[in-house]
């Protein structure tokens, strides 16, 4: 039986929560539809038995596009504020932003993560699911449901920076069968990646580190991150740390413990693990 736009009428589509991806959306509809069987609602909305269910950069999007009637938002709408482009999209330009929406418009995104550079960028590969639990609570409480976040999603952001409180992660996509289910955050599937206590020094640390992150992501969105500016910056400190030498140059022996012993505390998460390697090695840039 062909499944049009018609079957999901305006009180059967949920609307967007503030600030939810895309594969949130979708998780709480197959929840709300009583489906078991995942791959069924992959059907639906995407057509495929196992397309759309990539929790960071799924395909298929004119496809969900096109049987939601173009009521949640068009291609553009959706790649890029319900997605994990949303945050990639400050860093890179407009036209690799239009490349990655057309990838996953279509059935592959298989090459996309290589083109970002996100599989050569000594960090993980995969984003772990997201959540904050003061978030969940508020959010069950005023809308119905715990669910997915955007700005929790992004690469770095390890705190909710509205509750200074640790996110904690999903193991669930990462694996086997799983990665094709629709989940939703639950308290007890979720846990704490951080490999040790954390002090209050660290939790400043990573709260601005997400605050960073943050603002990078919302200025990005609206103009390009004005490179010769931090350039100019960024050597601007150094003369003022005494990094440099009377002729210029980094002093690069010098800059490389700085940067090891700055990050260090940070390496607690194991997102951060490679940092030491993605910066300097042996006193080098890498
Ligand atoms: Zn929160």
Redesign the pocket.
């Known amino acids: 039986m062909p499944i049009t736009p018609d079957l999901f009428p305006d009180f059967l589509l949920l609307n967007w929560l503030p600030d939810e991806t895309l594969f949130s959306l979708v998780s709480r509809q197959h929840l709300l539809s009583g489906e078991v069987i995942a791959s069924r609602t992959s059907e639906r909305f995407f057509g495929g038995s196992r397309a759309g269910a990539q929790h960071d950069f799924p395909n298929r999007l004119a496809t969900f596009v096109e049987r939601t009637g173009g009521r949640l938002g068009g291609l553009q709408e959706v790649g890029l504020h319900r997605t994990l482009l949303n945050f990639y999209s400050a860093f890179i330009t407009s036209q690799e932003c239009a490349h990655a929406i057309e990838c996953m418009a279509g059935d592959s995104v298989a090459h996309l993560k290589l083109r970002l550079g996100i599989l050569t960028s000594r960090f993980r590969a995969h984003h772990p699911l997201k959540a904050?639990?003061?978030?969940?609570e508020?959010d069950a409480s005023s809308t119905g449901w715990a669910y997915w976040?955007l700005q929790?999603q992004y690469p770095g952001v390890w705190v909710?920076?509205?509750?200074a409180?640790p996110l904690l992660s999903s193991a669930l996509k990462a694996t086997g069968v799983q990665r094709f289910q629709w989940i939703l955050p639950r308290q007890h599937e979720l846990c704490d990646e951080r490999t040790a206590s954390q002090g209050d020094d660290l939790s400043g640390r990573l709260f601005r580190l997400a605050a960073l992150v943050e603002t990078l992501v919302q200025r990005g969105a609206r103009e390009p991150l004005p490179m010769p500016q931090l350039y100019r910056m960024y050597r601007y400190a150094m003369l003022q740390r005494g990094w440099l030498t009377a002729a210029g140059s980094l002093r690069m022996n010098v800059i490389a413990k700085e940067f090891l012993e700055h990050i260090r505390p940070l390496r607690i998460v194991a997102e951060f693990a490679g940092l030491n390697h993605a910066g300097f090695r042996g006193g080098y840039l890498v």
């Open positions: 904050c639990p003061v978030c969940m508020e976040h929790h909710c920076t509205k509750h409180q």
